[in-house]
């Protein structure tokens, strides 16, 4: 089992920047383990952001934020992040961690069946 607490969530004004952390715990090794983020706007479905694969070394975005987010991981410390930076209102989501074992991260999408779930952080961007 793998636990996933995500924070750093919060309102910002549009062209803010804000840092979403994802803490992993449980019995088993973190490095093994594809993560990614996701989001679910109010109203929709929701939609693949961000992954990165068990290394680190490979990193895959959605269009919508290529260029203004960037995901990372510190295997190290069990913890995977989201830096967002020029936040439209259009970002405005719950942010859910997620994690894949034995993945590479590519190829995912809104309904990817993923091993584990965080419950969520809520970002608002305001005009």
């Known amino acids: 089992q793998v636990q996933l607490v995500e924070s750093g969530g919060g309102l910002v004004q549009a062209g803010g920047s804000l840092r979403l952390s994802c803490d992993a715990s449980?019995?088993?090794?973190?490095?093994?383990?594809?993560m990614g983020w996701f989001r679910r706007a109010p109203g929709k479905e929701r939609e693949f952001v961000a992954a990165?694969?068990?290394?680190?070394?490979?990193?895959y975005y959605a269009d919508s934020v290529k260029g203004r987010f960037t995901i990372s991981r510190d295997n190290a410390k069990n913890a995977v992040y989201l830096q967002m930076n020029s936040l439209k209102p259009e970002d405005t989501a719950v942010y859910y961690c997620?994690?894949?074992?034995?993945?590479?991260?590519?190829?995912?999408?809104?309904?990817?069946?993923?091993?584990?779930w965080g419950k969520g952080t809520l970002v608002t961007v305001s005009y």
């Open positions: 449980g019995r088993t090794t973190f490095g093994n383990f594809a």
């Open positions: 990165i694969s068990m290394s680190g070394g490979r990193t």
């Open positions: 997620a994690a894949d074992e034995w993945s590479d991260g590519s190829g995912w999408y809104g309904d990817y069946d993923m091993d584990y």
